[in-house]
C-alpha cells in the first residue's frame, strides 16, 4: 500500500475547519437567528420549518445523486478537487446572502425557501467530493484511523469556534452580529478548502468503476452491500441523538438561566462540547487498541444514556447548578464523540468490503451514506425542535425577545433595555413549558442511540480481523 505523504495528510485534515465552521453556523444557529430577530407569525415560522425539512430532504436524497455524478467525472485536476473548490465559494455566497438579506413577512419566508434549497446544494457539491476523498487517501487501517482522528480534531476546532462565539456576541444585538459573522465564517470556508484543493494529491486506484453509472445502479450498489445497510441506518440514528441537544440547546440555556446570562453560559457549555469532543478524538486511537469496536460502541452507548438521564433529572432530582450540567455535557459528548469515530471508520471499511466482494470500488457513492444520513436526520431533528418550540409555546414566548431585537437593530432599544425587557418575557415560561423543551432534549436521543448500538451489534459483522483479512486479499 502507498504511504500517504504528510502535505496530503494536513492539508486534507485542515481543510475541515473552515467547512465545518461554515456548516456549523448554519445548522446550529440559522433557526435561532430566525427564531429571535424575525418577527414572524406562528403560521410563517411553522411554513419555513417544514421548508427547512423538505429541502433536507431533498438534500439527503441529493447526496447520492451527487455522489454518481463525482463517479462518471473524471478532471485533470483530480476526480474530487474540482468539486470541492467550486462548493466552497458558491456555499459562501449563499450563507452571506441568507445572514443579509432580510424581506419581512412571507416575502421573508419565500425568499428563505430559495435560498436555503441553494445553501443545502452547493454545500452537497462541497461535502460528497471531501468526504468521498478520504476512504481513496488510504486503505491502512491504522492509517485511516489517524486519518479520521486528524480530521475530526479540526472538525470540532471549526465547530467549536463558531458554537462557542456566536452566544456570547449575539444578544442585544443579534442582527449586526450574525451578519458579520456569517462573512468571516464564509471567507474562512475559502480560505481552508484552498488548502485542501491545491495541498492534496490524490490517488487512483486500479480497481474504480471507468463505466458510466445510473441512479439504478446507485441503489443497487447500496442496496447489495448487506454491512453498508445497518451501518447507515445506525448513522442516521446516531446523528438524530448528536443534534438535537444542540439545536436545542440555546432555548434550554435562555429559559432556564435567563436571556442576559444564557449566551454566557451556552458558550461554557460549548467548551464542555469541544474539551468532550476533542478528548475523545485525541484518546480514541487509544481506546481502539483496548477495545474491540463492539465493545467500544457498548460502553459508550450506556455512558452517553447515563448522561441524558442526569441531564433529564437536573432541577428535579439534581440541583439546577450550570457546574453540574456542564460536566454532564461533557460526558455526553465525549461518549457521543468516540460513538461517532468508531461509527465512521466502520462506514469507511464497507468499502473494502464491497470492492472484496463485487470487484469494484464506489467510494464517492458509499461515502453518500454518511452525509445521506447526517442531512435526513438533520431535517428529523428541525421537524422535532420545531415541533416541540411551537407545542410547548415557547417559540410564542421567544417573537416577544424578537421584537426588542429588531427594534435594537434599528436603533430604537439600548443592548440592556433588550436585556432585561427579554428575561422578563422569558420569566413567564410555566414549569410544564420547560419540561416539554427538557423530554425533546434528552428522551429522544436516548431512544435513538439505542436502537443504533442494537442494529450494530446484530448486523454488522466487520470485525477487525475480518476487516484486516479483506485488505490482505485485496492488496497481496
Not at 444578544?171 to 462573512?183: H, P
Not at 460513538?339 to 466502520?346: D, P, Q
Request: charged residues 15%; positive net charge; proline residues 2%.
Amino acid at each position: 500500500m502507498e504511504k500517504l505523504d504528510k502535505r496530503t495528510k494536513w492539508s486534507y485534515t485542515i481543510g475541515a475547519t473552515g467547512r465545518d465552521a461554515a456548516y456549523a453556523l448554519v445548522s446550529m444557529y440559522l433557526m435561532t437567528y430566525i427564531q429571535y430577530t424575525m418577527k414572524l407569525s406562528v403560521a410563517q415560522f411553522a411554513v419555513i420549518s417544514a421548508i427547512i425539512v423538505v429541502c433536507l430532504i431533498w438534500d439527503a436524497i441529493n447526496d447520492p445523486l451527487m455522489g454518481i455524478i463525482i463517479e462518471n467525472c473524471h478532471f485533470k485536476t483530480g476526480k474530487y478537487k474540482p468539486w470541492i473548490f467550486t462548493g466552497s465559494i458558491l456555499n459562501a455566497l449563499v450563507i452571506i446572502t441568507i445572514f443579509t438579506l432580510r424581506p419581512q413577512g412571507w416575502a421573508f419566508v419565500a425568499f428563505f425557501g430559495v435560498f436555503y434549497l441553494l445553501w443545502g446544494m452547493t454545500y452537497t457539491m462541497n461535502d460528497i467530493s471531501y468526504w468521498g476523498m478520504l476512504p481513496s487517501l488510504s486503505s491502512d487501517a491504522k492509517e485511516r484511523n489517524t486519518l479520521v482522528t486528524m480530521m475530526s480534531i479540526f472538525v470540532c476546532v471549526g465547530q467549536f469556534s463558531v458554537a462557542g462565539i456566536v452566544p456570547t456576541i449575539i444578544a442585544g444585538n443579534a442582527i449586526k452580529a450574525y451578519r458579520s459573522v456569517a462573512l468571516v465564517v464564509a471567507l474562512s470556508f475559502i480560505a481552508f478548502q484552498m488548502l485542501t484543493t491545491f495541498g492534496v494529491k490524490e490517488r487512483k486506484h486500479q480497481s474504480e468503476n471507468k463505466e458510466k453509472l445510473s441512479l439504478k445502479d446507485m441503489f443497487k450498489i447500496i442496496g447489495r452491500n448487506d454491512q453498508l445497510v445497518p451501518a447507515g441506518i445506525s448513522c442516521l440514528l446516531f446523528n438524530i441523538c448528536n443534534g438535537l441537544l444542540i439545536m436545542f440547546g440555546m432555548n434550554f440555556f435562555y429559559f432556564e438561566f435567563g436571556y442576559s446570562e444564557g449566551g454566557n453560559l451556552v458558550f461554557i457549555f460549548t467548551v464542555m462540547y469541544g474539551l468532550g469532543t476533542l478528548s475523545s478524538q485525541i484518546l480514541f486511537p487509544l481506546i481502539t487498541k483496548t477495545f474491540k469496536r463492539k465493545k467500544t460502541l457498548t460502553i459508550f452507548t450506556i455512558t452517553t444514556i447515563c448522561g441524558y438521564l442526569l441531564l433529564l433529572s437536573i432541577g428535579y432530582l439534581l440541583p439546577k447548578n450550570p457546574i453540574l450540567i456542564n460536566i454532564i455535557g461533557f460526558l455526553i459528548f465525549f461518549s457521543q464523540g468516540v460513538f461517532n469515530l468508531t461509527l465512521v471508520v466502520m462506514l469507511n471499511n464497507t468499502i473494502e468490503y464491497d470492492e472484496y466482494k463485487f470487484h469494484e470500488r464506489h467510494d464517492s457513492i458509499i461515502s453518500t451514506v454518511r452525509s445521506f444520513s447526517v442531512k435526513l436526520s438533520s431535517a428529523i431533528n428541525q421537524g422535532i425542535v420545531n415541533l416541540v418550540l411551537i407545542i410547548s409555546g415557547i417559540y410564542q414566548i421567544s417573537q416577544k425577545v424578537s421584537s426588542l431585537e429588531v427594534e435594537a437593530g434599528t436603533g430604537q432599544l439600548s443592548s440592556q433595555e433588550v436585556l432585561v425587557q427579554a428575561d422578563n418575557f422569558i420569566s413567564t415560561a410555566s414549569s410544564g413549558q420547560l419540561f416539554v423543551l427538557r423530554l425533546g432534549i434528552t428522551i429522544i436521543p436516548i431512544l435513538a442511540i439505542l436502537t443504533a448500538w442494537l442494529i450494530l451489534k446484530k448486523k454488522y459483522k466487520i470485525t477487525e480481523e475480518e476487516y484486516e483479512k479483506i485488505c490482505c486479499e485485496l492488496y497481496k
